[in-house]
């Protein structure tokens, strides 16, 4: 099963959509479904199921070793990836709370390379990603939105990393939590 390890964006549907409203009209840009909104604190690929229960104590582990309790996180601001001048991604920033995800994202990782899971190969920055870009028929747009706007998408009470299952459909992943694990 393909996996991941995430903080999800429970009760900001309407306000995620509303910030990818803005892109509205921008060709080749495919947003991603709103009730999905998420932080993704690790991306573990392909687990084997028999895996899960080893996987969901380490991430308990994890959660402990990083001392985050329960906090607000607030999501508002834009940014792209890897560049203004190549946009690949387009994502909602974390305003408040990135410490707080930071420091689940570096024990996550921690314990999950010790796993044998390969370690990631870029830095961690904390976003929701609100869209993908195809083709660059509509990059000054977006260009011109993440440049010149400052949504934001509100605040939201974290409570718990999530195991999450990932299954791709000729309509997009479908996601679904396979454990929870309190903060």
Same mark, same amino acid.
């Given at each position: 099963?393909?996996?991941?390890?995430?903080?999800? =964006?429970?009760?900001?549907?309407?306000?995620?959509?509303?910030?990818?409203?803005?892109?509205?009209? %921008?060709?080749?840009?495919?947003?991603?479904?709103?009730?999905? %909104?998420?932080?993704?604190?690790?991306?573990?690929?392909e687990?084997?199921?028999?895996?899960?229960?080893?996987?969901?104590?380490?991430?308990?582990?994890?959660?402990?070793? &990083?001392?985050?309790?329960?906090?607000?996180? #607030?999501?508002?601001? *834009?940014?792209?990836?890897?560049? *203004?001048?190549?946009? &690949?991604?387009?994502?909602?920033?974390?305003?408040?709370?990135?410490?707080?995800?930071?420091? =689940? $994202?570096?024990?996550?990782?921690?314990?999950?390379?010790?796993?044998?899971?390969?370690? #990631?190969? $870029?830095?961690?920055?904390? $976003?929701?990603?609100? %869209?993908?870009?195809?083709? %660059?028929?509509?990059?000054? =747009?977006?260009?011109?939105?993440v440049? &010149?706007?400052?949504?934001?998408?509100?605040?939201?009470?974290?409570?718990?990393?999530? =195991?999450?299952?990932?299954?791709?459909?000729? #309509?997009g992943?479908?996601?679904?939590?396979?454990?929870?694990?309190?903060?």
């Open positions: 099963m393909r996996l991941f390890v995430s903080v999800d =964006l429970d009760g900001l549907t309407a306000k995620v959509r509303a910030v990818q409203e803005r892109f509205e009209g %921008a060709g080749g840009l495919n947003v991603v479904d709103p009730e999905q %909104a998420h932080v993704t604190l690790k991306f573990l690929g687990v084997e199921p028999g895996r899960v229960d080893e996987l969901t104590d380490e991430l308990a582990g994890a959660v402990a070793d &990083s001392g985050v309790g329960p906090f607000t996180a #607030e999501f508002g601001g *834009l940014g792209v990836f890897p560049h *203004l001048g190549y946009i &690949s991604v387009v994502w909602l920033g974390v305003r408040e709370g990135d410490g707080q995800l930071t420091r =689940l $994202h570096e024990a996550i990782e921690d314990r999950t390379v010790a796993m044998g899971f390969e370690a #990631e190969d $870029h830095d961690f920055t904390p $976003h929701v990603t609100l %869209a993908r870009m195809e083709h %660059a028929g509509g990059k000054e =747009l977006v260009q011109d939105v440049e &010149s706007q400052d949504p934001g998408a509100g605040r939201l009470q974290v409570e718990d990393v999530r =195991l999450t299952g990932s299954t791709l459909t000729d #309509e992943p479908e996601y679904r939590t396979v454990s929870a694990i309190p903060l």
